[in-house]
């Protein structure tokens, strides 16, 4: 089945369900209830784009306001945190074990890079995003901390266990080597790190991966907010 013809399905199937949705509302306005008034957020964590489907593990975490689209990848016990934004529309984004995408952060791709550096985002394990942070097109390799608000640019690459400072801004392709710590804008060398700041990266991810359990108890799995509205409308 080509493209154009499941992109023209899937705007079909758009618009009989806002058809559908807009009648319920009115069938229920005509009998004068509210029922149709739900308290329940619509918003979808986890959206499939056409025929790019997201593929998120059983025991990641994806906050009621994140967003994922496209073809992404969410290992075992990632953390995506509320307002984030991770997009899967232009290239692949893989974010491994135990890794967290911290609240408000965005990582994109472009479609291709002119330097021939991989154009798709590939987020190794136990890896933290801070706060506000933007990923283009990037490699963040295991262990890594990228500090809140950073900005990684398309092709660069954060080796192993190294750490950017916040507000750091890596332009496109630069190299991070591992163990170190940089920051600025441009980010500049600062100094080598020590074992244990490393083996703390790993403790602060570790960290967030049970953070994440205390607060996913406190919601259904993306996609199940229905039922709870179809139990509220049985019972009444």
């Not at 089945?1 to 509302?25: N, P, V």
């Not at 998120?56 to 995506?80: H, M, Q, R, Y």
């Not at 609240?103 to 706060?131: E, R």
Request: proline letters at 4%.
């Amino acid at each position: 089945m080509s493209r154009m013809i499941r992109k023209g399905l899937d705007t079909l199937g758009k618009a009989l369900r806002e058809t559908g949705q807009a009648l319920d509302r009115a069938g229920l306005e005509a009998l004068g209830t509210e029922k149709h008034k739900e308290l329940w957020s619509r918003h979808r964590q986890v959206s499939n784009l056409f025929d790019q489907r997201p593929r998120v593990a059983s025991n990641a975490f994806v906050a009621p306001s994140a967003t994922v689209v496209g073809e992404v990848e969410l290992w075992d016990k990632v953390s995506i945190w509320y307002g984030a934004v991770i997009r899967g529309d232009r290239n692949s984004v893989k974010i491994g074990n135990c890794t967290n995408v911290q609240d408000h952060a965005v990582i994109t791709t472009v479609p291709t890079l002119d330097t021939g550096f991989p154009a798709k985002v590939d987020i190794g394990h136990m890896v933290t995003i801070g706060h506000g942070a933007t990923i283009t097109s990037a490699t963040i390799q295991d262990k890594a901390l990228i500090g809140i608000g950073s900005v990684v640019s398309e092709g660069a690459l954060v080796e192993t266990g190294a750490q950017l400072a916040a507000g750091s801004v890596v332009p496109p392709g630069r190299r991070i080597p591992a163990g170190e710590l940089w920051g600025g804008n441009p980010v500049k060398f600062i100094r080598k790190l020590e074992d244990e700041e490393v083996v703390a990266n790993v403790t602060a991810a570790e960290a967030y991966h049970a953070l994440a359990r205390t607060h996913e108890n406190e919601f259904q799995p993306f996609g199940a907010a229905y039922l709870d509205a179809e139990k509220a409308k049985l019972s009444e």
